[in-house]
């Protein structure tokens, strides 16, 4: 089964607007090549979102939002909403990433609730998982993240399941210039593909685009993107510098 690769930047809380805007107008210029390979996708703050969307509607990047609320509409002051999402042309949401976790408290129940909300509007969920330091070393990271991945997708129908990408992102590996070994991180994303199988078939698991996340550089890209289970990566601090990511880019095409 051939995945098509999707590298994602997630830009967190850093950019003011104009800064935004001339990132991704370096980013586009230079992907030059032809991207028949691999899939380009930006999550700027959600604010910018109407501007580069407008601004870059002829690009091959697909933009995207870095959270999103589990309710359609109401008074829920700060969220943003999955229809809201979609009016600004937002193509993929993030949900569940490790920050989130940390510093909002989100589990996995809401987790899955966020992944309904973007799927009712048709907005593809990257769902992140991954296990703590602590976790890995006392070997619990399978058990972790095979936790993580059934209480969140729970709910979700075979139909549902493939409109989903996952993104491992090992929390130990995340702004800390450590990145998982290419062995540690295909070991794992294979177990999450047979996780996946053993729920919805070996032929679904084999279509849902499973992402690396945590400290990818130029450096360390092509060793991991081309595991066989690892179809692409989720990419933060590299993400925001146009030629670490052009060249990320390069290594998955
Ligand atoms: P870094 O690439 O900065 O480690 O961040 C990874 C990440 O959190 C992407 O979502």
Redesign the pocket.
């Known amino acids: 089964m051939s995945r098509k690769k999707i590298i994602a930047g997630?830009w967190?809380m850093f950019k003011t607007l104009s800064e935004a805007e001339l990132l991704v107008a370096e980013i586009n210029n230079k992907l030059l090549q032809n991207l028949a390979s691999a899939e380009v996708w930006i999550a700027p703050p959600a604010l910018y979102l109407p501007t580069l969307t407008s601004q870059f509607s002829g690009s091959e990047i697909q933009f995207g939002a870095q959270d999103i609320s589990k309710h359609q509409q109401g008074a829920y002051t700060g969220e943003i909403s999955a229809m809201m999402l979609q009016s600004v042309m937002a193509k993929f949401t993030?949900v569940g990433?490790?920050?989130r976790r940390q510093y909002h408290h989100e589990d996995d129940v809401l987790i899955g609730a966020k992944i309904h909300a973007a799927l009712s509007q048709s907005i593809t969920p990257v769902y992140?998982c991954g296990e703590t330091l602590q976790e890995r070393n006392s070997n619990n990271h399978f058990v972790i993240v095979e936790q993580q991945i059934t209480t969140a997708l729970a709910n979700c129908s075979a139909e549902q399941v493939q409109q989903i990408v996952i993104?491992y992102?090992p929390v130990w590996?995340?702004?800390?210039g450590v990145t998982a070994s290419a062995e540690q991180a295909q070991e794992m994303h294979a177990f999450i593909r047979s996780i996946l199988a053993q729920k919805y078939g070996a032929s679904i698991a084999d279509t849902i685009r499973i992402l690396y996340?945590?400290?990818?550089k130029p450096n360390n890209a092509s060793e991991l993107f081309s595991q066989p289970d690892i179809d692409g990566g989720?990419?933060?601090?590299?993400s925001l510098v146009a030629a670490d990511f052009i060249a990320i880019i390069e290594s998955a095409i």
């Open positions: 997630n967190k993030l990433h490790s920050e992140c993104a992102e590996a995340i702004g800390t996340g945590g400290s990818v989720l990419i933060g601090g590299a």
